[in-house]
C-alpha cells in the first residue's frame, strides 16, 4: 500500500530556510515535520574544511567561506567571519520570495495545549496578512481569527500595508544582554502570550535573528547583519544593526513589522561572560546609535530599499564615525554589501539590458 502523500505546506516552492552553523544539523531531526519540504540555505561558520553532516532526507544548499569568497570576490569582506551574521550571504543567494532564519540551538515549542508550535506556517501567516503601523488596534493583529479593528478605528486605514518581517519570540532561554544574564541566571520564559502584533511606525525595536520570517522582494536588502566577530569590536549586535535600519526603511516606504507568535524553544544559554566581552562596546554605543535612528529622515526621493539603505550608509559615516572609526568601516560595507546584493540579484530592468 503506497504511503499516504503529505500535504503541500504553504510557500513551499516561495521561501528559503536559511541556517548558520559551525555544527552538525541535529536539530533538523525535531523540525522534519515542518521543514522537510522546503529548500534549507545553511551557511557554514568558522573553519571551512569542517565536515557539517546535515540528516537525510533534506533539501539544501551549503556555503562555506570558501564559496563565498568564490562568489563574491572582494566583496566577501562585507560578510562576517567567526560570527552567526554571516548568515545575511545566504539572504543574498536566494531566489526566493521570503526567508526564514533559525539558530540552530533552537527548537519545537509546544503552545499551552502541549501541542507542537508550527513556527513557520505562524509567520507565513504573519507575513501574508497586511500590518496596522500607522494606528493601532488594541485587540492586537485584526486579521487574525477571531479578532477585527476595535471601535473608533478609522476604516480608511482599515486595509494595513503589506508586512515585511514576521519577528518571533523564545520560550526556555530568553534573548538577554550579558548584564541582564549575570544577573539573572536562572531566569527562563514560561511565559507563552497568544498575540501578535505591529510595531508602530516611528518605533525601532530589538531584532532578534534566531527565529525571523521577512519578505525578501520587499526588504531583502536591507537585511545586513553588519560587520561583527573575528576582527571586529564588536558581536551579538548583528540582527539588532538590521532590525534598526529595516524599521526605519520600512517606516519610509510604508510597510509592516510585526513581532509575537511563533515562539520557538531556545535550548542554550550562551556563556555571559563571552558574551560580555562582544557585547560591551555595543552597550555603550547604543545610547548614541539608538537616537540617530529615532531622529534620521530618509529623504523622499529614496523609493526603493537600496536607495534607502546606501542613504542611511552615508548618515552612519556622518553621524557615527565620531563615536569610533568601526562606523566608517561599517558604513563602507554597507555600501559593498549593496553593490554584491545588485550583483548577485539583477532588477529585471538590468536583465533585460544585460540580455541584449
Known sequence: MAAAQKPTPLLKDELDIVIPTIRNLDFLEMWRPFFEQYHLIIVQDGDPSKVIKVPEGFDYELYNRNDINRILGPKASCISFKDS????????????????????????????????????????????????????????????DGADFVRGYPFSLREGVPTAVSHGLWLNIPDYDAPTQLVKPRERNTRYVDAVLTIPKGTIFPMCGMNLGFNRDLIGPAMYFGLMGDGQPIGRYDDMWAGWCTKVICDHLNLGVKTGLPYIWHSKASNPFVNLKKEYKGIYWQEDIIPFFQNLTIPKECTTVQQCYLELAKLVKEKLSTIDPYFTKLADAMVTWIEAWDELNPSADVAKVAAK
Request: hydrophobic share 30%; net charge neutral; proline share 7%.
Open 85 to 144: 551574521a554571516c548568515r545575511c550571504f545566504g539572504y543574498m543567494v536566494s531566489k526566493k520570495k521570503y526567508i526564514y532564519t533559525i539558530d540552530d540551538d533552537c527548537f519545537v515549542a509546544k503552545d499551552p495545549s502541549g501541542n507542537d508550535i508550527n513556527a513557520l506556517e505562524q509567520h507565513i501567516k504573519n507575513l501574508l496578512s497586511p500590518s496596522t503601523p500607522l494606528f493601532f488596534n488594541t485587540l492586537y493583529d485584526p486579521y487574525r
